[in-house]
């Protein structure tokens, strides 16, 4: 099983800034990429920024400039840095993980419970 603990979400002011973070444990035999999704009522679920074991990133068009993915590999713990907010980023954020449970078995995804970003005056 995987374990998943998310913190850092929030009421924050237009302008304003928060740091995520999830840590995951468990049974897990190889972590290729972790990220971050957001969701909002009546929409898809939709990255917000990834990051390989490798350290490359990829962030949606609307967040670039803004928000920083990082990645501490020791820890098995992603980090997104949210800088100059805005209202449309308002929204449930979910921490992805892309990993093998052993060797023998596929990449598949895993999702912690989400975080919820309120971004509002």
């Known amino acids: 099983q995987v374990q998943f603990v998310e913190s850092g979400g929030g009421l924050v002011q237009p302008g304003g800034s928060l740091r995520l973070s999830c840590a995951v444990s468990g049974s897990i035999f190889n972590i290729y990429a972790m990220g971050w999704y957001r969701q909002v009522p009546g929409k898809q679920r939709a990255l917000v920024a990834a990051i390989t074991s490798g350290g490359s990133t990829n962030y949606a068009d609307s967040v670039k400039g803004r928000f920083t993915i990082s990645r501490d590999n020791a820890k098995n713990t992603v980090y997104l840095q949210m800088n100059s907010l805005k209202p449309e980023d308002t929204a449930v954020y979910y921490c992805?993980?892309?990993?093998?449970?052993?060797?023998?078995?596929?990449?598949?995804?895993?999702w912690g419970a989400g975080t919820q970003v309120t971004v509002s005056s």
């Open positions: 992805n993980l892309k990993a093998q449970r052993t060797y023998y078995s596929t990449v598949l995804d895993y």
